[in-house]
Structure formats: C-alpha cells, structure tokens
C-alpha cells in the first residue's frame, strides 16, 4: 500500500455559482436536486438551463436521500496521493428515488455491495465550506 505524502492537503471540489445552492444544502446535510419551475424536470448534475424544456428558470427540491445502487467500482489505484491509504474503497452510483442519480462514497464494505442495495444520503463533513454525499446501508 502506497503511504500519504505527509501534510497534503485532500482535493477538494471547487464551487461556482452554478452550483453553490446545492453545495450549501450538503453543508446543512440536506439533499437538492434541481427542479425546473416550468416543466418540473428534475437535473442533476444542475445546469443553467432546463434539458427538457430550455428554460433557464432554476428551482430545487429536497430529495429524500434515499435510493438503490445501480452499479459501483472499486478503487485500487488512487487518483490523488492524499486517496493512497484510503484504498481499496468503493465508488457508487445511486439511483434516487426521485429518479434522478447521483455518484458518491459509500460507507458499505466492499463484499456487501450489491445491484438493488437500498442506501440513504449521508454527509462528510469534510471543512466549514465542504460537506461531501456518503451513502450508507438503508
């Protein structure tokens, strides 16, 4: 196993504009999907403009954190050294009940994982501007 660099700090995502509502709503530990006011469409990733019917209105909606794994893969090779003790770990996508799908960590030892496994949103948090999405076992 490859060992840390000492003192390095962990990547962390960088948060724009288009984007700071849903980061703030993971800092209070709350799950948002973006909704168009229009159409309803739900967008995830968010964008600034609707997919379905080009409106660049922007609503969100509180999801409720729970859903299936659709598929997962394991790390073994860390993208980053601040990752090297932290592997192997498992990197999931998530099918939310709203229909949507988000990918994150999971909290689930690799052996359990499965296709259907039902899971609920939980949060890492990371520093005072940073929460990250950690799925756990439902």
């Not at 995502?13 to 700071?20: G, N």
């Not at 299936?68 to 893969?73: D, E, H, M, Q, T």
């Not at 052996?111 to 439902?138: H, M, S, Y």
Request: aromatic share 8%; proline share 11%.
């Amino acid at each position: 196993m490859t060992q840390p660099l000492p003192n390095l700090p962990r990547p962390l995502p960088r948060i724009d504009r288009e984007h700071a509502e849903w980061w703030a709503a993971l800092r209070r530990h709350e799950l948002l999907v973006q909704e168009c006011p229009r159409c309803k469409a739900l967008t995830f990733p968010p964008e600034p403009a609707c997919p379905r019917c080009r409106s660049l209105e922007r609503g969100w909606r509180r999801s409720s954190g729970r859903g299936r794994v659709l598929s997962w893969v394991v790390v073994h090779r860390p993208s980053h050294p601040w990752f090297a003790d932290k592997v192997p770990y498992a990197v999931v996508l998530v099918q939310m009940e709203e229909g949507f799908r988000v990918i994150g960590h999971i909290d689930v030892p690799i052996e359990k994982l499965r296709d259907g496994l039902p899971v609920e949103a939980g949060f890492e948090d990371v520093n005072d501007e940073v929460a990250l999405i950690r799925f756990r076992g439902a």
